[in-house]
């Protein structure tokens, strides 16, 4: 038995550190954790040694029988054989509040946190170790090298950020990249006025082409040159001005003026 490299599996193999990953988790007796991409339970079991009730996700059928077998004696551990980014969270996850602590497969780690987030599931914090790429990417800002669409989006929806740093070597096999902890807690509300929808569709464009200007964002979404640059400054934002300097609320404020432009 191997890990596949195509399913970006990574399994855990130090004892400690999944010790202090469920620590970082505050994970308690009683509560609901859900672990995605179990692997051969590395984690599940120090979760499960909290007393806490665990539903642990694995896709590969591979892995089914040995992880069976290393957490059969625990009671609080249900064991889901699906893969994450289809499952219905709406329906997995109804009737009760959770907690969510995992080592993601590096290929779905970034649509997966994000698709979750943008659902508003019954989550209250995610800790997750991540391909650092994907971790510093998620929780950047504008000053950050990392900075992206993807920032923006988990903004929207959570307070991120990475609590350390994870050597390669405690990974079997070893990857050819080092791997974050990862610290989401998702918001009550978002932080700025403006729809997911509206913010979004400026966000997404603004990026798509990175090294062209808003005014050029502005441009492909419809709007004609000199209402672009009319709505950037009114936005507060100069006219020559480029998505990676945009913080989240500056993207709103550009979002607000877009849909008043669009609906006139």
């Known amino acids: 038995m191997r890990p596949r490299r195509r399913l970006g599996q990574h399994f855990l193999a130090d004892p400690n550190l999944a010790r202090r990953i469920v620590e970082f988790s ?10 995605i991409g179990a692997g051969l339970g590395s984690l599940t079991i120090p979760l499960a040694e909290t007393g806490a009730r665990v539903l642990a996700v694995e896709l590969d059928a591979r892995l089914l029988p040995a992880f069976q077998e290393a957490v059969g004696g625990y009671e609080n551990v249900t064991i889901l054989a699906a893969d994450a980014l289809l499952v219905e969270w709406e329906e997995v996850l109804a009737g009760g509040k959770w907690k969510m602590a995992s080592n993601l497969p590096y290929n779905v780690a970034a649509p997966l946190v994000i698709g979750m987030l943008e659902r508003g599931l019954p989550i209250d914090s995610y800790l997750a170790m991540v391909q650092r790429e994907v971790g510093e990417r998620l929780s950047a800002g504008p000053d950050d090298k990392a900075y992206g669409a993807a920032s923006v989006h988990v903004s929207y929806w959570a307070e991120a950020k990475v609590l350390r740093r994870v050597p390669r070597t405690v990974f079997w096999p070893e990857p050819r990249v ?3 902890l990862l610290r989401l807690e998702p918001r ?7 729809g997911a929808e509206s913010l979004f569709r400026v966000v997404d ?4 082409q990175r090294r062209k200007t808003m005014k050029n964002a502005l441009r492909r979404l419809g709007l004609e040159p000199s209402k672009a640059s009319e709505i950037l400054v009114s936005a507060g934002v100069p006219a020559d001005v480029r998505a990676e300097d945009l913080g989240l609320e500056d993207f709103a404020r550009v979002a607000e003026y877009v849909d008043e432009a669009v609906g006139d």
């Not at 464009?205 to 798509?208: I, L, V």
């Open 26 to 35: 505050g994970v308690g007796p009683g509560e609901n954790v859900l672990e």
């Open 178 to 180: 080092d791997s974050v």
């Open 188 to 194: 009550a509300e978002p932080p700025v006025g403006v």
């Open 205 to 208: 464009e603004g990026f798509r």
